[in-house]
């Protein structure tokens, strides 16, 4: 019956999709929006409260709202295929049937299932960046076609519908990647990469397929860009996005912000560049000291870390922001619940195949090649990250590695997990004493941020506050 009725739920879905991409007209969308809408509602209701629901038909009948002209845009120059696969299957599959049954699956399995896998395909790379923790693994491992298709297949009996692809560069092994989306169609796929390896084919295949997108990899414009990814990477990108946008292809940026970058990457006239591009959405991560190697010069300042918590809710914000989606992955902790590793939400699988909690975090007990992806999720280390976290009730300060240096060395130490650096095995004393500095500098100012949160919290703050302080 289960399944009856998840076939039925999807072709309803599928049917209103194709409805939706017939209209022109706004007041047509409107009609097509409101009916997703109430599908959601109806056949995945209980995953959110009856009043989320009226909230985004209040917004869907708000013509001026940001985000309805966000998903007319989306409507208008995404290639249809990409859109409704997109929304079908990362909207529909991941975000509903998966989210209720992965509930139902933590209670069963009595341990964290997560809404997304994120896997690398091979550890080779075309470049080698500064601060890549892909770069400490060397360029020789690959997880194989079989063993992605067998990971894939496990995760959906949990109710795991979404697969990011990390590295190394994932589009080393495109035409695989391809492969899986062609095979398992019910599921939406992601690649982190560099995009020096899109070319006219590859764009095609994507669009033929529809539930795969990329978060390519940029640092700011080309100097500062091309002094850590090396030179002519940034003309590589901008071809790269030409392509992509042409192709009517759903993409956007993955930025690793530093102490050098972090202003240049929230700038006005970067976001205005890459949204021009075509870029849909960013991911911003905070630079993490990984690896024996690893430079502690790159991290942001206490002010820097507060500027971003700020200007990416500024970006974002309903009202002033800018026509693109901002995630933030260290300051977004309220929206979480704090740390979403460990398998809570996510967990990373490297192309060893070493299950750890976090992909800036390697450590494991677990092997995807001996064990059960259930097994890996009830590995010690991933139980320990279950009953700690959150690891801190102020959520700007999420991190067991980072701004709580104590929490990872304790967990690790106790279930004995094996550092997952094949090249140069980092000890956790050695990673502890690095963040030691950061998480006592960031303390204060992140106790005083969220006591305070009502400044800036959800929309842009007002210009009055930002000259107070």
Known sequence: MTNITHSAARLAFSA?????????????????????????????????????????????RDKDNKWVKYANKLVDELDPNVFKMTALNLGYESAFYGTKKIRKMREKYNCNIPWLILMDPTSACNLHCTGCWAAEYGNKLNI???????????????GVYF????????????????????????????????????????????????????????EGFEEVNDSRRGEGTFKKVMKAMDLLKEHGLLFGLSICYTSKNIETVTSDDFIDMVIDKGVRY???????????????????????????CRRIKEIRATEGGKMIMAFDFQNDGEYVGGCIAGGRNYFHINANGDCEPCVFIHYSNA???????????????????REGQPFNNNHLRPCPMLE????????????GAKSTDLQSPESVEHLYEKCVPYAEGWKEPAKELWENYKHFKGTKYEKETRNEE
Not at 285 to 305: I, K
Not at 367 to 384: G, H, K, T
């Open 404 to 415: 709580n240096p104590e929490r990872l060395k304790a967990m690790v130490e106790k279930c």
């Open 144 to 158: 194989s076609y079989e063993k992605m298709d067998d990971i894939v297949k496990q995760g959906k009996e949990l």
């Open 16 to 60: 209103a999709l194709d409805g939706l991409l017939k209209y022109i007209g706004k007041n047509d969308r409107e009609k097509a929006f409101l009916n997703i809408t109430d599908l959601a509602e109806k056949f995945m209701g209980g995953n959110f409260d009856h009043s989320t629901y009226e909230k985004v038909r209040e917004m869907i």
């Open 282 to 308: 960013i991911w911003y991560f905070h630079y993490m000291p990984v690896g024996n190697s690893a430079s502690v010069d790159l991290l942001p300042t206490p002010e820097q870390r507060e500027l971003i």
């Open 367 to 385: 092997n995807i090649n001996e064990v059960s992806l259930l097994d890996a999720l009830r590995q010690p280390l991933f139980m320990l990250y």
């Open 163 to 218: 697969y990011m692809f990390t590295g190394g560069e994932p589009l080393v092994r495109k035409d695989d990647i391809i492969k899986l989306c062609k095979k398992h169609h019910d599921c939406y796929f992601s690649a982190f990469t560099n995009a020096t390896l899109v070319d006219e084919k590859f764009c095609e295949d994507m669009r033929k397929v529809g539930n795969l997108s990329l978060s390519i990899s940029l």
